[in-house]
């Protein structure tokens, strides 16, 4: 016997038939446990009504909302801006405690609680502002509903416009039904979310005093202290026309650093020293190959470089399209806005884009992996030369001048040895967090779903 489901009349605005299809003329299942009971969206929250006209000699806080539930948060850094650079005059006031969303962003999760700090800051109609009925709704749970992946595949489904601005439909969103358990029973859920995630939050917190305490133990061990710069201005400077070549400064800067132990150039304990090249793109034969090819982005995470985003062919390398570098080689970032992370060469071969420059380092001389850590904790001073116009440029000649504090090799051990352990204790951090919060989520979601 065929089974009849009958449904009751819907109706959509003209304007909103690019968005009409059965999937959500009603609500969509999302594959919700039935164990609570469900309740539409728009049943306990309410659109904020506070709305005023933008004043051109008043300043404003503005908000914005990052996606995949990454908070709601100051635009323009936290910065003002006065009504007279607002191009909307007709905006929604936002209050602590308020629902919010992005109409674009829905669709990648950008939803959020409006926090405390950003109380009587304004938004445009882009980002509806809703109240919330706290007897009915935890904002935190709603939140977290929202940005769960189900949630989003139904956003984007009733997001509809060009392909940059589709907006979600904000009554489907309204109309949409969640499971609702008892507000004794969501902080009961969201308390074991919260403990995870705030362990992730204590071990992301660790790993940055760590790394400030890594720095504070090398110039205590050092006894490195650093002069400030010092500009010496004037109306007539002159420069010989082949340091022009290299440098050219408004002012210029003095720079010196003290130490209980000696201080040399670095380039005294150099063997070699070369900066990458990038091969001709217009010969396809010499990319995608086994040679890691690094570039600034590739820096800074890891000790030892491991992963490159690129990588080109030994057929580049035979015809001399490219520069390598070995293992145990230091690569420092000579140009752009990261000028002075550093990484040590893992593999036998690499090469490097322009952007990076490679050495390697006298080990009779010196330990390779306290030249490392050194400039890694010191880039005040591996980056006090660098040019002062456009790009930021620490060249070769620059790199060799970088004043080295030299202890004797036991106390260099020494130092290695104590950075190595917070090194690796730092690393295992990094690995737990993302596990830390997948096990927030998935506790969460196992409750709802």
Same mark, same amino acid.
């Given at each position: 016997?065929?089974?009849?489901?009958?449904?009751?009349?819907?109706?959509?605005?003209?304007? !909103?038939?690019?968005?009409?299809? =059965?999937?959500?003329? %009603?609500?969509?299942?999302?594959?919700?446990?039935?164990?609570?009971?469900?309740?539409?969206?728009?049943?306990?929250?309410?659109?904020?009504?506070?709305?005023?006209?933008?004043?051109?000699?008043?300043?404003?806080?503005?908000?914005?909302?990052?996606? @995949? @539930?990454?908070?709601?948060?100051?635009? @323009?850094?936290?910065?003002?801006?006065?009504?007279?650079?607002?191009?909307?005059?007709?905006?929604? =006031? =936002?209050?602590?405690?308020? +629902?919010?969303?992005?109409?674009? !962003?829905?669709?990648?999760?950008?939803?959020?609680?409006?926090?405390?700090?950003?109380?009587?800051?304004?938004?445009?109609?882009?980002?509806?502002?809703?109240? =919330?009925?706290?007897?009915?709704? $935890?904002?935190?749970?709603?939140?977290?509903?929202?940005?769960?992946?189900?949630?989003?595949?139904?956003?984007?489904?009733?997001?509809?416009?060009?392909?940059?601005?589709?907006?979600? %439909?904000?009554?489907?969103?309204?109309?949409?039904?969640?499971?609702?358990?008892?507000?004794?029973?969501? #902080?009961?859920?969201?308390?074991?979310?919260?403990?995870?995630?705030?362990?992730?939050?204590?071990?992301?917190?660790?790993?940055?005093?760590?790394?400030?305490?890594?720095?504070?133990?090398?110039?205590?061990?050092?006894?490195?202290?650093?002069?400030?710069?010092?500009?010496?201005?004037?109306?007539?400077?002159?420069?010989?026309?082949?340091?022009?070549?290299?440098?050219?400064?408004? +002012?210029?800067? /003095?720079?010196?650093?003290?130490?209980?132990?000696?201080? #040399?150039?670095?380039?005294?304990?150099?063997?070699?020293?070369?900066?990458?090249?990038?091969?001709?793109?217009?010969?396809?034969?010499?990319?995608?190959?086994? $040679?890691?090819?690094?570039?600034?982005?590739?820096?800074?995470?890891?000790?030892?470089?491991?992963?490159?985003?690129?990588?080109?062919?030994?057929?580049?390398?035979?015809?001399?399209?490219?520069?390598?570098?070995?293992?145990? !080689?230091?690569?420092?970032?000579?140009?752009?806005? /990261?000028?002075?992370?550093?990484?040590?060469?893992?593999?036998?071969?690499?090469?490097?884009?322009?952007?990076?420059?490679?050495?390697?380092?006298?080990?009779?001389?010196?330990?390779?992996?306290?030249?490392?850590?050194?400039? *890694?904790?010191?880039?005040?001073?591996?980056?006090?030369?660098?040019?002062? /116009?456009?790009?930021?440029?620490?060249?070769?000649?620059?790199?060799?001048?970088?004043?080295?504090?030299?202890?004797?090799?036991?106390?260099?051990?020494?130092?290695?040895?104590?950075?190595?352990?917070?090194?690796?204790?730092?690393?295992?951090?990094?690995? #737990?967090?993302?596990?830390?919060?997948?096990?927030? *989520?998935?506790?969460?979601?196992?409750?709802?779903?």
């Amino acid at each position: 016997m065929t089974k009849i489901t009958n449904k009751f009349l819907h109706f959509a605005n003209y304007k !909103d038939i690019p968005n009409w299809s =059965v999937q959500y003329a %009603d609500e969509e299942d999302l594959g919700f446990t039935k164990k609570y009971p469900m309740a539409r969206i728009g049943s306990f929250l309410v659109k904020s009504q506070d709305v005023i006209e933008v004043q051109d000699d008043i300043e404003y806080k503005q908000v914005t909302i990052k996606i @995949n @539930n990454g908070g709601v948060v100051p635009r @323009n850094n936290g910065a003002t801006i006065k009504g007279l650079k607002i191009g909307t005059k007709r905006q929604h =006031v =936002v209050h602590a405690g308020q +629902f919010i969303m992005s109409k674009i !962003d829905a669709r990648n999760g950008a939803y959020g609680i409006v926090p405390k700090e950003l109380e009587g800051a304004i938004v445009t109609n882009d980002f509806p502002v809703f109240d =919330v009925d706290a007897e009915k709704i $935890v904002p935190q749970f709603l939140v977290l509903i929202s940005t769960t992946d189900n949630f989003i595949e139904f956003a984007r489904k009733c997001s509809s416009g060009t392909t940059n601005r589709k907006r979600i %439909d904000i009554d489907a969103f309204l109309n949409q039904q969640i499971p609702l358990p008892s507000v004794d029973k969501q #902080e009961e859920i969201l308390k074991e979310y919260n403990a995870n995630i705030e362990s992730a939050i204590q071990k992301r917190n660790e790993i940055q005093f760590w790394a400030s305490e890594s720095q504070e133990f090398i110039h205590n061990k050092l006894g490195i202290k650093v002069k400030e710069a010092k500009k010496v201005e004037s109306q007539l400077q002159f420069i010989h026309l082949k340091d022009t070549m290299t440098r050219w400064d408004a +002012f210029v800067e /003095t720079f010196a650093i003290e130490s209980k132990y000696k201080i #040399e150039n670095l380039g005294r304990f150099l063997l070699s020293i070369s900066t990458g090249m990038t091969p001709p793109t217009s010969h396809p034969e010499y990319f995608d190959g086994d $040679v890691k090819f690094f570039t600034p982005s590739d820096l800074g995470s890891e000790k030892y470089l491991d992963f490159s985003s690129r990588t080109i062919s030994n057929i580049a390398i035979t015809n001399k399209k490219a520069r390598i570098y070995h293992k145990g !080689d230091i690569l420092f970032v000579g140009i752009g806005s /990261t000028v002075g992370k550093v990484g040590i060469v893992k593999d036998e071969i690499v090469s490097s884009n322009q952007q990076i420059t490679g050495f390697t380092v006298d080990s009779k001389k010196i330990n390779p992996e306290y030249v490392y850590y050194y400039l *890694l904790y010191n880039r005040e001073i591996t980056t006090a030369d660098q040019s002062k /116009t456009t790009l930021p440029i620490v060249n070769q000649d620059k790199i060799c001048k970088i004043p080295i504090v030299v202890p004797p090799i036991e106390a260099q051990k020494e130092i290695v040895d104590f950075l190595d352990n917070m090194y690796k204790t730092a690393k295992n951090n990094e690995k #737990e967090i993302p596990l830390l919060e997948r096990k927030a *989520l998935m506790s969460f979601e196992s409750q709802i779903f």
